[in-house]
């Protein structure tokens, strides 16, 4: 499920009295915490690093101690477990390097890296979910990354990015297998995390409501975006098409939008099959540029027949 942001501030602590000024903004967050939302996160710390709830009132007593300097002592071992630093396997690390590192950074003042502090501002961002963390760090590849430790906001596309690719390329460039492809692990809409593919779902359920003709409040869509939604769909087809002959054995709805289409094509150009929707199995009519296969749309609507038979008078396909 997505989940919710709250307002971090940006700055990332450098010296060492950032460090504290850092762990003042910290406590500030988590000591409105209620009791037991501490008990939470403590019985969560003791699962996730000593696999079982013996160490809930340990973790518990720190947190009532020093919240913040427990909290940055669990990014820190849940970061170096997953994104080791160069030179060193990944290793599941325990509730020995959780409290090593909660006496270095409370009674040493020792400073924690750049990249610690942003993932620890991560988790608080996102509702405090160290499993969140877990899920984007365990995706990426040392190798592929050259061993450099990813910060969170590469792994982030937020919306105004989002944006600019959903009415470019968010579709032609494969969905959410195309940004999982490029790195990407969430997507975040007005403060609430996706992964790509619940943002798949989400603006698959956006589009069918525009081409229903019931657009959901405050989603704006476009026929561009819509385009290649409908081709993305063709592609995402397994099934084998079956020819035009088939397409007489269609519902009589169904028949009555192929042969509109039928009627305006140029049939040395465009051709027109049965195919099946990718999502419903239900036979839909598959639309193929014959010179260019990869070209192609699935059509089961007369909003969709309307728009199509609209762009391609309008030669824009």
């Known amino acids: 499920m997505p989940h919710e942001a709250s307002r971090v501030r940006e700055d990332v602590p450098t010296s060492h009295s950032l460090l504290h000024q850092r762990l003042a903004e910290i406590g500030d967050i988590l000591r409105d915490l209620p009791p037991t939302s501490l008990r939470e996160i403590a019985q969560d710390c003791s699962q996730r690093f000593s696999q079982s709830n013996e160490k809930t009132g340990v973790h518990l007593k720190r947190l009532h101690e020093h919240l913040e300097i427990l909290h940055l002592a669990a990014v820190d071992a849940l970061v170096c477990t997953w994104l080791p630093d160069p030179g060193y396997m990944p290793s599941r690390l325990n509730a020995g390097w959780v409290l090593k590192r909660y006496y270095a950074y409370g009674e040493q003042g020792e400073e924690p890296s750049a990249d610690i502090f942003a993932w620890e501002r991560w988790v608080i961002e996102y509702g405090f979910n ?188």
């Open 130 to 317: 160290y499993e969140l963390l877990e899920m984007a760090a365990s995706q990426q590849s040392a190798e592929e990354r050259g061993y450099v430790r990813p910060l969170p906001h590469e792994l982030v596309l937020n919306g105004a990015c989002l944006d600019v690719l959903r009415r470019q390329r968010f579709w032609t460039k494969g969905a959410s297998a195309g940004m999982l492809a490029h790195g990407l692990l969430f997507v975040d809409l007005d403060g609430m995390l996706f992964t790509p593919q619940e943002y798949e779902q989400y603006r698959s359920q956006v589009l069918e409501c525009a081409l229903a003709g019931h657009p959901l409040k405050d989603e704006s869509t476009e026929e561009g975006e819509l385009h290649a939604y409908l081709a993305w769909l063709a592609s995402q087809n397994k099934h084998e098409d079956e020819s035009w002959d088939s397409l007489t054995h269609l519902s009589p709805q169904m028949q009555s939008l192929a042969y509109q289409l039928a009627e305006q094509i140029d049939h040395r150009r465009i051709k027109l099959c049965v195919s099946q929707h990718p999502g419903t199995g239900e036979e839909v009519i598959r639309v193929i540029e014959r010179h260019s296969p990869d070209n192609d749309w699935l059509l089961w609507t007369q909003d969709h027949v309307s728009l199509w038979l609209e762009a391609y008078h309008e030669q824009a396909l």
